[in-house]
């Protein structure tokens, strides 16, 4: 698995976005308990610190140690830890749920379905999920998916295509639930914008080859152009899953 995001694990903490209540509450309407859930990639622990007030133990794993470092200690009952996804370190048939969020498109899936497999306990559920470009006004958005196709096109990793297309293409060996329409909503200043696109793993390939950031006076300048300083403005993401139960029960 790459690790693309120890650079920019502040800004990853501070600027990514938080899933919503709907998105939990699907798939603790199919999960067959809430003693053990594992967050794999968890990053700074933004779905690990949800789980945890409805799980009674919640492992938390990451192969980024500065992720990980980013993850505010709010509950007792969350265990994180240095660990790639495909071995876990777990035992046998713990966990009631898995999630993976915005990372199962980094994994060697096929490792990590069987390290999945092995760790969900019978009936227990898988989910993959993710979000793609998020949606503003016209004005924000073409220039966004300027930055996104048109600078740091060809310095995207290979891997962003599964995210593009939500996951469509994945092969997925569990019993599949179909995934809902939900969407991310908040409010964000110009300010909020610029932090997360600096949390783009292509941003960051951009600034380590070129020495510079795409996002320099000139772009700034175009966003000031549809966004003042002190405007908030509601952002808005689509999100896509995979979600489904372990098929091998005994």
């Not at 500065?66 to 200690?73: C, K, S, T």
């Not at 009631?96 to 999945?116: K, M, N, S």
């Not at 939900?182 to 909020?192: A, G, L, N, Q, R």
């Not at 000031?224 to 993401?237: L, M, T």
């Amino acid at each position: 698995m790459k690790d693309n995001f120890s650079a920019q694990a502040t800004a990853y903490a501070r600027y990514r976005p938080t899933y919503p209540p709907e998105l939990y509450d699907f798939l603790y309407a199919h999960t067959p308990g809430f003693a053990f859930a594992w967050d794999c990639a968890t990053g700074n622990g933004q779905v690990a610190r949800v789980l945890a007030d409805a799980f009674d133990h919640v492992e938390a794993t990451d192969i980024s140690a500065a992720q990980i470092n980013n993850a505010p200690p709010t509950h007792q009952n969350i265990r994180y830890r240095v660990a790639p996804a495909e071995n876990s370190g777990l035992p046998d048939a713990c966990c009631d749920l898995i999630t993976v969020g915005q990372a199962a498109h980094w994994f060697d899936r096929p490792a990590f379905y069987t390290e999945a497999n092995r760790c969900l306990k019978p009936g227990g559920l898988l989910a993959l999920f993710g979000y793609g470009l998020f949606s503003a006004d016209p004005e924000t958005d073409a220039l966004v998916y300027y930055l996104y196709e048109d600078i740091l096109g060809t310095y995207w990793d290979p891997e962003r295509r599964y995210v593009e297309e939500g996951y469509a293409s994945f092969e997925f060996p569990f019993a599949d639930i179909p995934f809902p329409p939900v969407f991310m909503e908040t409010t964000w200043t110009v300010e909020d914008v610029l932090g997360f696109l600096e949390s783009w793993s292509a941003l960051q390939h951009f600034i380590r080859r070129n020495g510079y950031s795409p996002i320099d006076e000139v772009f700034r300048e175009k966003l000031a152009a549809c966004w003042a300083v002190d405007e908030v403005k509601k952002i808005r993401f689509p999100l896509f899953g995979k979600v489904g139960k372990r098929i091998n029960t005994p």
